[in-house]
């Protein structure tokens, strides 16, 4: 079971909810405890999300009581008739594409069904309640706390984990050494899918931006784990270790120790180039074994290039000192 704890949603919704009501009751609203009902359903995770939630539920509940006003004053203030309305009503919410807003709206049909007389005082009562309701919802949402810091601990965590799944290929190059589990790969997979989720909940709680450098770092990193996994099998299925891994291994001791957040991906592609070039030098494999291992290097130095390739669009993020500690301002 998990630990006892109060998070920001949950202590927005009990406050927004005692606000609320104590507000709808201070001006004397009738069926004042159901503002409460629509701040809790109007407290989301993100800003955007619950200024969407307020829009839709307003125009249901809008549409909600015109149609409550046809059915009951035009019909009869009955049970069938509610029942009635409710098929008519929430197939037009399914074509607005507004369905969640639902149950919000159903409260205030309920209200002049209860009433059992649509007048212009609870029409004011209805529209109060949303105000309040809603309103408190919306100003409680306004703060969101921060969580670059959250997204600066995934991102040295994954830089981390680069780091060593980096070292190991290296250690296997120079020694043959095996005794590496991979573990760093499935927990990168991991840090990776919960930085991306958070990093869009931060674009989320920013209503006129719609990037997060943040985000596409991850996305790019993603995209590097799939060429990693895809690259490994070329490395460890080496017949026989030549000399071209040496060459290999250096440029990964070098890459390793340099992986942050900045952006130098075009200096890396050139060191890249010179390890081509020096690879071109040595003499040629003299057995099967030794040229497949040969050919599985170049084309993991090709898979590499397109690592880095990755990147080399993106401007790189400012972390702040407390968090970015590395001296080395180059990435890969």
Request: with cysteine; glycine share 6%.
């Amino acid at each position: 079971m998990k630990g006892f704890s109060i998070g920001y949603r949950t202590l927005k919704t009990a406050i927004g909810a005692a606000i609320s009501i104590g507000l709808a009751e201070y001006f004397g609203l009738d069926f004042f405890t159901s503002a409460g009902i629509l701040t809790i359903l109007s407290i989301q995770t993100t800003k955007r999300k619950s200024l969407h939630e307020v829009y839709t539920r307003v125009l249901a509940s809008i549409i909600g009581m015109m149609m409550a006003f046809l059915f009951f004053e035009g019909v009869a203030y009955h049970p069938i008739v509610l029942g009635c309305m409710i098929l008519v009503f929430l197939p037009v919410l399914v074509m607005l594409k507004i369905t969640p807003a639902f149950v919000s709206s159903v409260v205030i049909i309920l209200h002049i069904f209860h009433t059992g007389n649509f007048t212009t005082g609870l029409l004011m009562n209805e529209l109060s309640l949303m105000l309040i309701g809603f309103g408190t919802g919306l100003a409680l949402n306004i703060y969101m706390p921060d969580i670059k810091h959250r997204l600066e601990k995934y991102r040295i965590r994954i830089e981390e984990l680069y780091t060593a799944i980096f070292v190991e290929i290296e250690k296997y190059l120079r020694n043959g050494d095996t005794s590496w589990d991979g573990k760093e790969l499935v927990e990168a997979v991991e840090v990776l899918n919960l930085a991306k989720s958070l990093a869009f909940q931060d674009v989320e709680n920013h209503l006129t931006r719609r990037e997060n450098l943040y985000y596409m770092y991850f996305d790019i990193r993603e995209q590097q784990l799939e060429i990693i996994e895809r690259v490994l099998p070329k490395i460890t299925d080496l017949p026989v270790i030549v000399d071209q891994a040496e060459l290999v291994a250096d440029f990964l001791a070098d890459m390793s120790q340099n992986i942050n957040s900045g952006n130098t991906a075009n200096k890396y592609r050139e060191k890249l180039g010179v390890v081509k070039a020096e690879f071109a030098k040595l003499p040629l494999p003299t057995t099967h074994e030794a040229f497949v291992a040969m050919a599985s290097l170049y084309q993991f130095i090709e898979e590499m290039d397109l690592y880095l390739a990755k990147k080399r669009d993106f401007k790189g993020l400012s972390p702040s000192r407390k968090h970015f500690k590395k001296k080395s301002n180059a990435e890969n």
